[in-house]
């Protein structure tokens, strides 16, 4: 057995191969197929040889007893090609029981379908570490841990279990409730409602298609509707574009500040200097 492995590694020929031939017979174990469930003969897999019934052939003659009409009688609904069959709530012809009945409301078809969400289960997924409240938290890290299963048309905070929530968090939602947002501010957090499309949104929590085509990602929509626009630039809403206002005006303010400031600066610096001019140790 040795020699066979100094020759074969000698002469490059594989080490099975080489084995196999310089093996005694006793040791030549052959290989047994093993047959599948489907492969093997048993009392579930028997089939006669010969199908036991014919085609029943319709249309080859009057000679063949289904010739002619093919077994379907002289003309009527369940003689006719298609199936023959009427759609589900016809009657025969008179009203339907669908269009007697008296109809009532309507479906909104600009509806929103937001996922809520309550405060005490933010609370307990913190508790359980699922959550990092140091960090910006929004629909992304919501949905990676589970803590909601869907996005719908965005994330709705609501107050349920107020009273737990402890740990100050700062959160960007679609929509929350007045309950809401004074928890999460009396706990020392703070709450944007941000407006998304169906398009941002996607881009929010699934950026990977954007990433694996090397493309940026879609910027965030601006709301088009007027219920939209009132709802999002209400302050007490908390809504991004009344947050936004609110910073173009203090950095306004602070820009038009800073050069009167600046000119007293250096007026009250001047006035300095020439006092100390002045005095009779300067002189």
Known sequence: MIAALTAARALRVPVRAALRAHAP????VPRIAVASYATAVRVGN????????????????????RGGTSTRGHKGQKARAGNGKPKPGFEGGQMPLIRRIPKRGFVNAHAKHYVPLNVDRLQFWIDQGRIDPTQQITARELLASRCIHKVGDGVKLLADGA????????LIVSR??????????AAGGSIVCRY?????LRALVRPQKWLAENRPLPHFADPVSKRELLWYSSLNNRGYLALRDLAERSAAKSASES???STG?????SGAADAHADTPSAQ
Do not use: C, F
Not at 25 to 28: E, I, N, Q, T
Not at 265 to 269: N, T
């Open 163 to 170: 009273q737990h929530l402890r740990t100050p968090v700062h």
């Open 25 to 28: 017979l006793a040791m030549r």
């Open 259 to 261: 050069p009167s400031a």
């Open 46 to 65: 028997l089939t006669p040889a010969q199908p036991k019934k014919s085609r029943k052939r319709l249309g080859r003659g009057n000679s063949s007893g």
């Open 176 to 185: 929350a409730s007045q309950r809401a947002i004074k928890a999460v501010e």
């Open 265 to 269: 600066a250096s007026a009250s610096a």
């Open 196 to 200: 998304y499309n169906a398009t941002s």
